[in-house]
């Protein structure tokens, strides 16, 4: 029987250069779950409009608004009962969120860190995310199946083309080239942003992100089949 295409990876990165930390974090789900998934976080988005003010179309960039930084909506209001400060409502909302995919069905996650020297960061991520490649082209083939990757970025670089290309085309079992979508426009990469985003927290205990330690145990391992992010 020929292998069917069942596994799609929106993957996002995160990390701490100036520590050599790289990491990717991603969400998957069978493509018959795609709606499924999209609808749910559509149902969220919306009623964080009706509740919040923060429009379906503004980009949720974990790094920015769980800090504070980032201005996700035109007026601050509070987030069932919290203070009104940014970086409060936007820690909320980041809890909202990840609430939402704790409970999705059909949704799975996962993440993937390495450590190098700062200097050799950018070597470091390209390390990795060949190493998850490879990682993820045995698993499909133990399975007798196929996947696809969507990640952030517009691949004007080629790094991740590279990767894909390394694998041998028979029996390859990763579909084509990595997608490159812009997570401003995308919801499914926004999501992959926030597990990234949590997985750097609970590995790199930097103390701007110490309130968020716990986030991928508390929220993200139920989905995760390792439980928690992994060293490549």
């Not at 990840?98 to 993937?112: E, K, N, S």
């Not at 200097?119 to 991520?125: G, H, P, S, V």
């Not at 995310?129 to 083939?141: A, F, G, H, K």
């Not at 083309?161 to 990763?174: C, M």
Request: glycine residues 8%; hydrophobic residues 40%; contains cysteine.
């Amino acid at each position: 029987m020929p292998p069917i295409l069942d596994r799609l990876l929106y993957i996002d990165d995160s990390g701490r250069p100036q520590a050599g930390l790289a990491v990717f974090g991603w969400i998957e789900f069978a493509p018959h779950d795609w709606s499924a998934v999209l609808a749910t976080w559509l149902t969220l988005r919306k009623r964080l409009w009706r509740e919040l003010r923060i429009p379906v179309t503004q980009e949720l960039h974990t790094s920015g608004y769980v800090h504070g930084r980032g201005r996700i909506t035109a007026g601050l209001t509070t987030v069932h009962g919290a203070p009104r400060s940014w970086k409060e409502f936007g820690r909320q909302v980041a809890r909202e969120c990840l609430d939402t995919m704790r409970c999705t069905q059909g949704l799975t996650v996962g993440a993937v860190y390495r450590h190098g020297p700062p200097a050799e960061f950018a070597r470091t991520k390209q390390r990795l995310y060949v190493s998850l490649l490879e990682r993820l082209d045995d698993e499909l083939r133990a399975s007798g199946s196929l996947g696809m990757i969507i990640i952030d970025g517009d691949g004007s670089d080629g790094t991740f083309r590279a990767a894909h290309r390394r694998l041998e085309v028979p029996g390859r079992q990763v579909v084509e080239d990595a997608i490159h979508v812009d997570s401003a426009s995308s919801q499914l990469i926004q999501m992959a942003d926030l597990v990234a985003w949590c997985a750097n927290a609970t590995i790199d205990h930097a103390a701007a992100n110490e309130f968020a330690r716990d986030w991928y145990d508390a929220f993200l391992a139920e989905r995760d089949h390792r439980r928690h992010p992994i060293a490549l």
